[in-house]
């Protein structure tokens, strides 16, 4: 019998399983890798939400925690105490938050929700969780009240019932107020639902039950009847109190205010219109719009204030939303930008029976938060410590971690001006405590908006504050009227929004690309200049046309194309003059005839004062071609050691010298590609559009039409190229000339030849044909196809023509064959291809002024399914290298200045070192590539692709970064299914595929972005930026960096009722509730009413719910400081108890001795 090998059985399983896998070529450089990074290095989880709630419809303020609730339309809850500490919690079902109640100085909140049911949260935590949760299933919740220091919630209904509700076991008590009990018996009309609910200040037995139809009731609790009934014509949305409980005030949908003496139901002692005319003759006062809310609030030293919203007469046509503050004899209507949502007063006390003494109005808006100062003259605002995120509307987003540590205090320094006068007190709502986290870093976030504004963000510590706005309008003129407004077909509406950019930390450089096809190029400097003239250069890009006609002419034959030659520096403006080139008249100067060599927006042309911070260094823009707008701009990158900007759309790319203010390279797409290149797929026959101006003018024809019958292999010879060529080599030497601002480029004619050879120009006019707007020769007819490589069938790549979707400056080896490493620029296209342009550089800064740098195409890199999204570059060992960098220096400090802060400057990450030609050259570089369906790594400069992994089928990669994570480098990856997953580097081993996040909003895909150490972040609204991390390191930490809701802080003291009103029981009474609204007197209400849902394992779960070191510290020091109280107050009534029986001990000592020796009868 033949013996059993399990090593054998095992060898073949190894390699069954090494087969399948896609193994490298060559491995000897990759065996010295070792990856670190494992799964369990990686757990993803949410830590903040910044910005304004979206869609607000509720509010709640805890006056003695000073920590405000803020409830929404689809569920969310949002707490805010000082700056920097804010929670966010969701609620389950995602109904809308009507109502919100606090617990005041309990640390818990109740919430009511359009889908009728109640949730008791605990604030003691720093993730607050629900504790209970009640559901109505026969009446549907119209209002809440609490009364201070009581554990009974009353609930109104729309039925015009009220129910109590003990907070402690979320159960409904027995006891009950009916609608046909509380009105009187003759009223034949249902009252309506329950608007209002409120206890009597001085007496809590007694209970005021406002009904929407207009009648209000004074309930007794204990007897159980109305004591009094007050009726309105008009309905009502609002009552208030008076502090002393003999008179109330109730809005009214007419714009009424009436003021009720509560032992005089039968008429108002006063009813006014705010915001009416009064007329002469004594008739009725005018109608005006209903006053939604009123609080009435008294002071000891004078006037009491009363605040309203609404209110405002008909006759305000487009007057915006007020709110009036009424003090003695003055009526001041403050003007809100958004429409107002609720409001509430910020009082002194929290007792309902003594002066409130009231400090500020906190007024919720649609789109904002402002609270009011009623201390000072004129009502300033305070100055809003909260992140606006959404001033104008995000249009892009990047983020940043690990910052140099000099660049928040930087833009800190020169973004600090305040030119708004607001109140000179302290932000009033300043609750809670700020997280401990170990794990501070410097973080930048950077928004890029739709009135082409730029706002950087500090994002350290889990904190969200602005550190300087960037206007790019200033660059522009502004129009002053309809017919002025910027004349483009890229948009319609925010011609000026920023569609994406680019910034360099180390120097501080940010280059801006709007959606008008401009690109604007700031330095940072912290001192003003004036500029005299803005630098501007004006570049035309158009796409390359198919030479396949789609439709044959009448006699069977295919049309041809005319050949044409490809521009390789294409055409630029000088930039001193704003002016474009000199063209013919084919009509840029025909009102007629399309348009031509004109920019979306124009440039301001005055001296402009900038102020310090990013300050522009040179202006771009795409022209009209012809009739034809320019195509927005999809990528963009810069370089400071280069000093470079390359941007890229549809047509093509172009790339800038911003130091010599020149344009260096101008082509299409496909003439990145090699005659020879096997990634060149033929061109679709698809046809593009027809301009509506036309390309050519009857008069100059004929040059087009005689071209148009001619085959580029049988009726064109070698002397009409030559003559063409001589042609373009004498306009391109013209525009170079004004391109430069020095002198005539060394050897540019044969530099011209050698990138526009004869046999290379015939062979790309064999494949295909561009049109040249800028000479009237190559003028083409219309009716010609746009080309398309696209291999992949994702919703994205749907585009007809091949697009730039990205850059990376790197230092790399351009071609195979190259020993040493030289700048490059890798291009990625949205077809899947990674072309290759190497750059040579002048050797010294000097030179680098005066000498132009060389710009060579050298073909395809790799080829991947689907568009590129991102490209980095590995060393031998498997680390970063990141792009090259110019240390910041400020450019408008004096020549010694920056002499010295150049000697102070650390260099840039220094280049792989150049392999000697005599030895064989091996891999000491890796590309790794990343696109929608596809991520390899490639060895340079062999080209070899290593590894290749398929991230997904099904789906598409919305975004992926490469990015740092535990000291070492991975690949990010969101797709649009909602998956978030890594891969390893270089092997691309998957490492966690979590289901995170379906794509249900354009916003998420365009706003979702990676940054270093394991953060990400995305607008998951309009307004607000959700912060989340997939480092297990910093889930770790969370509990520690979150911020702190619930402070142990003494319960203000009761007012003092005084020696007459304790004597003769003048004061405020009080009342048993438990006896009254408990089970033993009230009995259990009905199981059919409401649903009890406890949270999870109820209240002990709750307090056992904050996990790690950091939360049984916090429960444990919560817990201390609680007992400590409760000792203190025991210690205090056992003072006052030996006090009192001290006193008594001396009272009896003295009647004893009074009485001692007297008989009975002379008592």
Known sequence: MKKFNIRKVLDVLTAASSSSETPPPATRENDVIQETL???????SKTVRHGFPHLPVSMAFDPVQKILAVGTQRGALRLFGRAGVECYCQHESGASVIHLQFLINEGALVSALSDDSIHLWNLRQKLPAILHSLKFNRERITCLHMPFQSKWLYIGTEQGNIHIVNVESFTLSGYAIMWNKAIELSTKTHPGPVCHISEHPMDEGKLLIGFEVGIVVLWDLKCKKADYRYSY??????????????????????????????RAPAKPVQTIIPHGKQPWDGKKSERCKPILKVEYKTTRAGDAFMVMSGGLSFDAVGRRSCLTVMHGKSTVALEMDWP?????????TPYPNDFQEPYGVVVLLDEELVV?????IGYPIFENPYPTIHESPVTCCEYFADCPAELIPALYSVGRHKRQVYSKKEW?????????????????IITGHADGSIKFWDASALMLQVLYKLKTTKVFEKARGKEEKPSTDIVEEDPFAIQTLSWCPESRMLCVAGVSAHVIVYRFSKQEVTTEDVQLLEVRMQCELCDVMESPDPTGGEQQQTPTLPVPGGAASSPQETEPLAQPSTGSTNSDGPRDNMPCVQVRSSPQWQSPGYQVELVIQLVWVSGEPPQQITSLAINSSYGLVVLGNSNGLAVVDYLQKTLLLNMGTSELYSPSDPFQTPCSPRKSRKPSGGFCDSNDGSNASEDHGKSPSSGSTSSDDERKQQKFIEKAKMSWKISSPTEQKPDL??????????????SVTKYYRRRLCSNPEYHAKDNSFCRSRSTSKTSIDSESREAISSFHFCESFPRKTDVAVSPTVLVGTTTGSVLVIALSLPASAYHRLLQST???????????????????????????LPPTYESWYDPNASEEEKERSRRRRPASPPATPPASSSQEVQDSQYVVVCSEKQAKVVAMPSQTCLYKHNITESSFVLRADVVQMAATNCIACFCANGHIMTLSLPSLRPLVDVNYL????????????FSGLGQALYLTSPMEIQRITYSQETCDNLQEMLSELFNPVETPEAPNRGFFKGLFGGGAQSLDREDLFGETTAGKASRSLAKHIPGPAGLEGMKGAATGVVGDLARARIALDERGEKLGELEDRTAAMMNAADDFSKSAHDVMLKYKDKKWYQL
Request: aromatic fraction near 8%.
């Open 854 to 880: 060389g710009i060579s195409s050298c073909g395809t890199l790799i080829k991947l399914e689907g568009r590129i999204l991102t490209m980095a570059l590995l060393d031998a060992a498997g680390s970063l």
């Open 233 to 262: 014509d008009e309905a009502i949305h609002s009552v208030a109190w008076h502090h002393e409980g003999k008179q109330f005030t109730c809005s009214h949908s007419d714009g009424t205010l009436t003021t009720w003496n509560i």
């Open 372 to 376: 009011i100062d009623l201390g000072q």
């Open 428 to 444: 009033p709502i300043n609750g809670g405590n700020w997280g401990q986290g170990t794990l501070s870093y410097p973080e930048i």
């Open 38 to 44: 494992q799964s369990e290095h990686f757990q993803l």
């Open 998 to 1009: 379906p794509l249900t909003d354009m916003r998420i895909a365009r706003t979702f972005c």
């Open 340 to 348: 107002i949502v609720d409001f509430l007063m910020l009082c002194e």
């Open 749 to 762: 004619e044969e530099r011209l030849r050698r990138q526009c050879s004869l046999p290379y120009i015939k």
